[in-house]
Nanobody
Framework: VQLQASGGGLVQAGGSLRLSCTAS????????MGWYRRAPGKQRELVAA???????NYKDSVKGRFTISRDNGKNTMYLQMNSLKPEDTAVYYC??????????????WGQGTLVTVSS
């Protein structure tokens, strides 16, 4: 299984970026998908998650600014990030839960994409 994340970069505060994460290499069903981030000197934290049915949840500090979505036909997840702040600077990782016959099978992580927001 491979998760290819992309879309990170350098942006000024107030700007926008769109992250993408595409899963490949498995015939199993994808259930939950999520974006995590790790800022310098901090622990990894959940930013946003989306279920196979489209239900979402967000870290409080990104609500109203970030939007998570997915294209099940393309096994791809997106994170639209608007009104970016310097505190959003981090390496962003995508995460995918695979199910087999309706039961949890395994979780895979992408390689991370760096988002840097300058003030």
């Amino acid at each position: 299984v491979q998760l290819q994340a992309s879309g990170g970069g350098l942006v000024q505060a107030g700007g926008s970026l769109r992250l993408s994460c595409t899963a490949s290499g498995s015939s199993l069903s994808i259930n939950g998908m999520g974006w995590y981030r790790r800022a310098p000197g901090k622990q990894r934290e959940l930013v946003a998650a989306i279920t196979s049915g489209g239900s979402t949840n967000y870290k409080d500090s990104v609500k109203g600014r970030f939007t998570i979505s997915r294209d099940n036909g393309k096994n791809t997840m997106y994170l639209q990030m608007n009104s970016l702040k310097p505190e959003d600077t981090a390496v962003y990782y995508c995460n995918v839960d695979y199910f087999r016959n309706g039961r949890y099978d395994n979780t895979y992580w992408g390689q991370g994409t760096l988002v840097t927001v300058s003030s």
